[in-house]
């Protein structure tokens, strides 16, 4: 249910985010800094425009954030019949549209704190977003573990082959490998110095 792009990139901005963090207040490793949150924000980009021609999953219209849907999917974990979704459940969704925006806003504000805009409220405001993504990550985190047990499947080994448990005509019809591929490329390029970054 899950192509490749969508499983790249999901693994590639945890990975950003968390090379980000973990760098974040070095002046040492600012240089890698950047280059994870300049990462991160090229991610988002083509995450958005995925969203706009990849598969069914991966659309932005098939997430449809709705904190009302989401408690409601919440609750059923705790009932005998929880409710099943083939791709991103309700829940997932709102985590991930609140990623993509705190990840945006975040990376845009480093790029502004990198290039010395604004003063000490923009790289204060950098680390309040820093630290709101952290904080939403550990409830996707918990929300993860939370949703597998209920199931019974493994959600994130799901985000690394794409298949989750449904009926035939629940799947996608292809992987997208060659896409996959390119975004791999692209931040290749991005961490070896291959194309340019700010």
Do not use: C, Q
Request: charged share 15%; net charge positive.
């Amino acid at each position: 249910v899950f192509d490749l792009p969508t499983r790249l990139f999901h693994w590639l901005l945890a990975l950003s985010f968390l090379g980000a963090y973990v760098t974040g207040d070095s002046e040492r490793w600012r240089d890698l800094h950047a280059l994870f949150g300049y990462t991160a924000l090229v991610l988002v980009v083509f995450r958005i425009a995925w969203g706009l021609v990849g598969t069914r999953y991966a659309r932005l219209s098939a997430l449809r954030p709705s904190p009302r849907r989401a408690f409601a999917y919440l609750r059923s974990l705790f009932t005998r019949t929880p409710e099943h979704h083939a791709g991103h459940n309700p829940a997932g969704s709102l985590a991930i549209v609140a990623l993509l925006v705190l990840t945006l806003a975040t990376s845009l504000v480093g790029l502004a704190t990198l290039n010395e805009l604004g003063g000490e409220w923009v790289a204060e405001l950098h680390e309040g977003l820093a630290n709101a993504m952290l904080a939403l990550v550990l409830v996707h985190v918990a929300g993860v573990i939370v949703g597998s047990l209920a199931h019974g499947e493994n959600l994130p080994l799901a985000m690394m082959t794409g298949r989750k448990k449904g009926r035939p005509d629940e799947a996608i019809s292809r992987p997208f490998a060659l896409v996959g591929i390119a975004l791999l490329l692209l931040v290749v390029a991005l961490w070896t110095g291959v194309l340019p970054r700010p």
